[in-house]
């Protein structure tokens, strides 16, 4: 079952909340970061798209307290220790693919410099 499959399952069982909550901080929140760091990276690369980037800082800064990517890798690991007590567990790639996109995740959003990314983009702003 995918993610999008388990929000879907939670919405149809009338769950419709915690389908929402599912959704936003483990689909759509990483969605968005990972955009607002490729959009802010593509300016301060080629200069180009400031407004947008600087839109996408603060957005990026914004939810970076309300990510849920580490909690969710923590709340996987306790879910599949009780299933695997109850039912055969497989590992496939989309765990590991989450996996790998949560540690790229977090180093991207860890490494960026608040300061120096707002001084950057202000630069970008003023070039003609």
Known sequence: MTL????????TDGSVLLAGLVLVFIVISPMVLVACVLLISLTLYTGRFAQLSMLAAN?????TSWSM??????????????IAGM??????????????????????IS???KVS??????????LP
Not at 4 to 11: D, H, I, N
Not at 69 to 82: C, N, P, Q, T
Not at 88 to 97: A, I
């Open 4 to 11: 999008l499959q388990t929000a879907w399952a939670l919405f």
């Open 59 to 63: 957005l990026l800064y914004s939810l």
């Open 69 to 82: 990517v580490e909690v969710f890798i923590i709340g996987v690991f306790v879910s599949l220790v009780k």
């Open 87 to 108: 039912a055969t567990v497989e590992l496939g790639v989309s765990l590991w693919s989450y996996l790998a996109l949560s540690f790229a995740l977090v180093g991207a």
């Open 111 to 113: 490494s960026l410099d």
């Open 117 to 126: 990314v707002w001084q950057q983009l202000a630069r970008h702003g003023r």
